[in-house]
């Protein structure tokens, strides 16, 4: 439709209140995974087909996967600041330093139930986060993905057997942890581990299963160490985070239906449906070699993360909050959402 045919007609939908053309919104969505990851196929595009019917068409989200609009993964959060681009879908650990308090759900160990955690970041988004170091967006969902698992060219069995192996970690705290158990720690974004992986620069990458096969990481490497127990390894926490501008400027009964798709249902079920989708990924793998630590080995496991824990605690108190009692505001949400 030409919304300048007239000089009537484009006083017509300047002045009508209930004009469709004024009140329809297309917002773009940019993150970094490919277009066949489960985040893209299973959680954007369901969100923009749920969208699309509550608005009866009146909100499109357009899904720009693989960092197809441009940038590197450590730029999405900051696109959607600039307006770049409306919602981006990024790891806050993919720009160190900057989402300190976020990185309390990533410490070693800390994660019981993905969908729990989820539910438990969510509420500190809304308690804490969001008008905090999250104030340039607006957050729409917040999460963490199933337990995170070792996956190398030679088998790790024992703690000692990642020594020197040249590992890759998403986040801060997880390359951290690596360096801790005697690993190199590689920081890297997930688009990168198959190129690194094919060259040596790297002999494996800490990943959850769900991931796997969109990388085609199973046929990279033939070992894969979990760790098993009720505590997650780790977890990475995601968030989808929309540019305030363009938040604000929905009409208030187009945001109202936005609102009530994400939030934190959409973000528990996000957690739930990654570590969910961990079990076919494992499947696809299954011809590997899967290795469970021993209850008495993952003792170890945590005896060494410790000083992980010790120096967060700390820089923390650099950033200017608690860490100890970050800590326990974090289990305590968990275990309130269990």
Avoid: C
Avoid at 42 to 60: F, N, T
Avoid at 224 to 236: F, I, N, P, Q, R
């Amino acid at each position: 439709m030409n919304r300048f045919t007239s000089f009537a007609g484009a006083m017509g939908l300047a002045f009508a209140a209930s004009g469709a053309f004024a009140q329809d919104v297309t917002l773009r969505v940019h993150h970094f995974l490919p277009e066949r990851a489960s985040l893209h196929a299973q959680l954007l595009v369901p969100l923009a087909e749920r969208l699309d019917e509550a608005s009866e068409g009146r909100i499109k989200l357009e899904l720009f996967p693989a960092m197809s609009l441009g940038g590197r993964p450590g730029d999405l959060y900051d696109q959607a600041v600039d307006g770049a681009v409306d919602i981006v879908l990024t790891l806050p650990g993919y720009t160190a330093g900057r989402f300190n308090q976020t990185e309390v759900f990533e410490l070693p160990f800390m994660m019981r139930d993905a969908r729990a955690t989820a539910s438990a970041f969510w509420d500190l988004i809304e308690s804490e986060l969001q008008d905090g170091e999250y104030d340039e967006t607006q957050i729409l969902g917040g999460w963490v993905h199933g337990p995170g698992v070792i996956h190398s060219s030679k088998p790790v069995e024992k703690l000692e057997d990642l020594a020197g192996m040249e590992l890759r970690g998403p986040t801060r705290v997880i390359t951290d942890l690596l360096g801790e158990f005697g690993a190199t720690p590689v920081g890297m974004p997930l688009p990168s581990i198959p190129e690194n992986l094919s060259k040596g620069v790297i002999q494996g990458a800490v990943v959850p299963w769900e991931v796997v096969p969109s990388i085609k990481l199973q046929e990279l490497v033939s070992n894969h160490t979990e760790v098993t127990g009720d505590e997650a390894l780790y977890t990475a926490t995601f968030v989808l985070a929309m540019n305030l501008d363009a938040y604000d400027d929905m009409p208030d009964e187009l945001r109202d239906i936005l609102d009530a798709e994400t939030g934190k249902a959409f973000s528990a079920d996000a957690g739930a449906a990654m570590a969910e989708w961990d079990a076919p990924s494992r499947e696809i793998s299954s011809g590997n070699n899967i290795i469970q630590l021993s209850a008495e080995e993952v003792a170890r496991w945590k005896a060494a993360a410790q000083p992980v824990y010790d120096r967060w605690i700390a820089r923390a108190e650099g950033e200017g909050f608690d860490g100890a009692a970050a800590i326990e505001t974090a289990r305590g949400l968990i275990e309130s959402n269990m």
